[in-house]
């Protein structure tokens, strides 16, 4: 099994766990979860506040190397390559951060928030669909942050959370409650992820001799 398979594989059963509580709680997300007027207000305000062609520019870098969580699966089977005696702890990370981007088109499905729309707002950005919360590029960057950040060092990467937040506002394709919600759900994916992962036979999940570690 080739690693990004095997982070795939793991990314299915975190996702399945995660909506399966979800279910058991109640949890439940509204249909049609409009934005609120503070919302519009703020994204206008940073629009306004950082539309230097600089900026905007790395904005659209960022939101290409985020599509589909693109750039942390590449960062995750790199590190599972490099680092080799760490290999199934950056597997099993990889799979957190592909299951907390599949969440987020779950939620997308079931919110149901179109994306922002208003004449003075700048879209610099494509889009793979017409729903907004929660962020899929905040969900991923920052379950990469918590993932990768037990391997690297979260201090090392927390400011990648923030960076990759305010570029979706930059370029026009999400409100501000869009990023903190996908954020929140990239938090608790990747930190429920190591639970769910000691679950699975090796070599995703970890054998009784590496629980013992």
């Not at 520019?57 to 942390?72: C, D, F, I, K, P």
């Not at 990469?144 to 990467?157: D, I, K, M, S, Y």
């Amino acid at each position: 099994m080739t690693t990004s398979e095997a982070a795939t594989s793991g990314a299915a059963v975190i996702e399945e766990a995660v909506i399966e509580e979800a279910a058991a709680t109640g949890a439940a997300l509204p249909v049609e979860a409009p934005p609120t007027n503070a919302d519009l207000r703020l994204l206008l305000a940073v629009q306004s506040r950082l539309r230097t062609p600089a900026v905007v520019r790395t904005a659209q870098l960022m939101s290409h190397a985020g599509e589909h969580a693109a750039v942390w699966i590449a960062a995750g089977a790199a590190g599972a390559l490099v680092d080799r005696g760490r290999r199934r702890e950056w597997v099993e990370a990889t799979a957190a951060v592909v299951a907390a981007h599949g969440a987020s088109v779950v939620l997308k499905r079931v919110t149901r928030r179109t994306r922002p729309q208003h004449p003075h707002l700048l879209v610099h950005a494509g889009t793979p669909s017409r729903w907004s919360l929660p962020s899929s590029h905040a969900t991923s960057t920052t379950a990469a942050v918590v993932a990768f950040g037990r391997l690297l060092g979260a201090r090392r990467l927390a400011p990648l959370t923030p960076a990759m937040a305010l570029s979706r506002l930059v370029v026009g394709v999400h409100y501000p409650s869009d990023v903190a919600a996908g954020s929140a759900l990239g938090a608790a994916v990747a930190g429920v992820a190591p639970r769910v992962l000691r679950l699975l036979p090796a070599p995703l999940g970890r054998t009784r001799a590496d629980r013992r570690r």
